[in-house]
């Protein structure tokens, strides 16, 4: 059994030692996150049966090591969702995200009955459903691909001591990023790369991300049904659950409503539609289209829902755009990570993450500057609902609410306003309002992103010379002032003039406008041109405590910066 599993190479990797302590896997005190390769080496019965494909992220089929794993060997194949009731914050419910996970759901399932089977969904403990999956025919493996950020480690933990308990080979494979974080913080000298400039010198040396596996061979495959089961410790229901089912509440503000469907299928569309844009681009002299040429009125063509549950593989996206790129340039210049710049943030991120329970958090996170920030609940509530006063920034915040979108560029706009641009509110209570909000929510990705524009982490320390004015921002971003008449009715009747700034508009435009300021639509909550100063002499003060910048708090260059923000290099003031 030993040789066989090892010669067949299914797992990512598989060590007969832990990496870290090098004891034998029963000994092993470190190295329980590795336990799978121990397992798959040890725990093998002869006696056993079935395979289970545990779906979490990953919710696909193509490029999905897992599941060719579970198909392996002839044993019956099972593939199932469990919405954990242990592990999940109970404060986190968010709605949109939740009801593009559920169109994942069914989007699998359909694609598993074309074969021949169906998606098992529960709702409760996964060390229940296991426990209880054993009864009714004994479990051969365990196949899931790697969640590596720490919220779920206590769970994946508990899951594999229950297998080596149990008899069950764990065989849990890198696929959510490119790169394995762990490989990348053992290159790095066992601490994660502290830039990201630093973060792409690893990576290179790691060597190139995994090419996408093969597609499943379902032929001859026998598959297993259970039929749906209530304990009081699990629901197995009959097909993919509403969302009231699972406990999910109604989104009040949800006037308008999603526009980015979830699924593998529709993902898989949208990135061929995705990839015509990136060609074009190249035979255009430019890279990474969404974000050089930012269309925030058009249908949104972003992958990043699909991405961060894994509906699209994220090796499928790096590996197909740098093929075009190649093929536009006949490998002169050859490709290089820049033309999918944003998808290596993402894995820097997850390095970043992967050793950080408070990675979300202000509080007692080792990477972020405790900055004083102010407490303001009005303030917050009224950014929270898109009634600031700032046009650009409440239609951003608007059309999060309703659709829980809103392009890059809007969110580095509505966060910068929350933070150091101008309101002076703690990152972390807005990076929590829109990890609730956004349909592509991301733990690791959002918090990274909110530590970096606030300037708490990974940014130039406390710079406030790039910071954004929201006016001018949103004039360059929406020459047209049409997304703004879209997502604030009250202002649609204003002319270009006005529309970013519609208190500079005399009374009587106001009037033949329909909207008095202060009245139909809100006067601004704070003065930029009187905040912006201010904040900036907090920032000088605060910077006076360094002796020196911390090592993380330095971006590799200014160019880097105005990518971040989607700018020409030449452009300040903004
Ligand atoms: P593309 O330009 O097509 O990029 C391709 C993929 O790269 C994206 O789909 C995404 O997976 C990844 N990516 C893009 N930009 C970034 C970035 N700055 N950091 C890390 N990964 C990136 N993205 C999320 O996926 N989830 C979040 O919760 C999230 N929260 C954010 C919060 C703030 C305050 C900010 C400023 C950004 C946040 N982002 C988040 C990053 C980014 O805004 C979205 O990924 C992007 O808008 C997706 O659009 P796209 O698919 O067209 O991106
Ligand atoms: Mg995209």
Redesign the pocket.
């Known amino acids: 059994m030993f040789q066989s599993v090892f010669d067949k190479q299914v797992s990512t990797r598989l060590f007969r030692f832990c990496r870290f302590c090098e004891k034998r896997p029963r000994g092993c005190l470190l190295g329980l996150v590795y336990l799978d390769r121990h397992s798959s080496l040890y725990c093998a019965s002869t006696s056993s049966n079935m395979n289970i494909l545990w779906f979490r992220r990953g919710l696909r089929l193509h490029d999905n090591p897992a599941l060719l794993s579970a198909l392996e060997n002839s044993k019956d194949f099972i593939a199932l969702y469990v919405f954990d009731t242990t592990y999940q914050d109970p404060e986190y419910k968010p709605y949109h995200m939740n009801g593009f996970l559920l169109e994942c759901l069914h989007d699998l399932n359909e694609s598993l009955q074309n074969v021949g089977t169906k998606l098992h969904v529960f709702q409760g403990c996964p060390l229940e459903v296991f426990r209880y999956l054993q009864t009714v025919q004994t479990i051969n493996k365990l196949c899931f691909i790697q969640d590596c950020e720490p919220i779920f480690h206590e769970r994946d933990i508990a899951v594999k001591n229950l297998c080596s308990e149990l008899d069950i080979e764990v065989y849990e494979h890198v696929a959510h990023t490119l790169w394995d974080p762990m490989d990348i913080i053992a290159s790095n000298g066992g601490t994660p790369p502290l830039t990201y400039e630093m973060f792409v010198h690893v990576a290179m040396s790691v060597g190139d991300p995994p090419k996408p596996v093969a597609d499943p061979e379902w032929k001859g495959v026998k598959f297993l049904t259970v039929e749906p089961f209530e304990t009081n410790k699990f629901t197995l229901f009959g097909g993919v659950p509403t969302l009231s089912e699972v406990g999910i509440p109604e989104n009040p503000v949800d006037l308008r409503g999603r526009r980015i469907i979830g699924g593998e299928t529709n993902a898989l569309k949208h990135f061929a539609i995705?990839l015509q844009a990136e060609e074009t681009a190249f035979r255009g002299g430019f890279y990474?289209p969404?974000?050089a040429r930012p269309d925030l009125l058009g249908p949104p063509?972003?992958?990043?829902a699909a991405?961060?549950v894994g509906a699209i593989s994220?090796r499928l996206?790096y590996w197909k755009i740098h093929e075009i790129f190649d093929k536009v340039n006949r490998g002169n210049p050859p490709a290089w990570l820049g033309i999918t710049g944003?998808?290596i943030?993402?894995d820097y991120?997850y390095a970043m993450s992967r050793m950080n329970p408070k990675f979300n958090k202000e509080l007692d996170n080792p990477i972020c500057l405790q900055i004083p920030w102010n407490e303001n609940e009005e303030f917050f509530d009224k950014w929270k609902n898109g009634q600031t006063g700032y046009p650009f920034i409440d239609a951003g915040m608007r059309q999060l609410n309703q659709e829980g979108w809103m392009?890059?560029s809007v969110?580095?706009a509505v966060?910068m306003f929350l933070t150091r641009g101008d309101l002076w509110l703690n990152w972390d209570i807005g990076?929590e309002y829109?990890?609730n909000q956004?349909v592509?929510?991301?733990w690791s990705?959002?918090s990274?992103?909110?530590m970096w524009?606030s300037s708490s982490a990974f940014e130039r320390l406390l710079d406030c010379s790039v910071c954004i004015n929201s006016v001018l921002y949103g004039k360059r971003l929406e020459p047209s002032g049409d997304y703004i008449r879209r997502y604030v009715p009250e202002l649609a009747n204003f002319e270009f003039e006005y529309i970013h700034e519609p208190w500079k508009a005399p009374i009587n435009v106001q009037r033949t406008a329909n909207c008095i300021i202060g009245k139909d639509y809100p006067a601004r909550i704070v003065i930029h041109e009187e905040v912006l100063p201010r904040n900036q002499k907090w920032m000088k003060e605060f910077r006076q405590k360094f002796k020196e910048t911390p090592a993380h708090c330095q971006p590799s260059s200014n160019s880097e910066v105005y990518k971040?923000f989607c700018l020409p290099d030449d452009s300040l003031p903004f």
């Open positions: 995705r990474q969404n974000q063509l972003s992958l990043s991405i961060s994220v996206f944003q998808i943030w993402r991120f392009h890059h969110r580095n966060a990076a829109m990890a956004l592509d929510s991301d990705v959002n990274g992103n909110w524009v971040f």
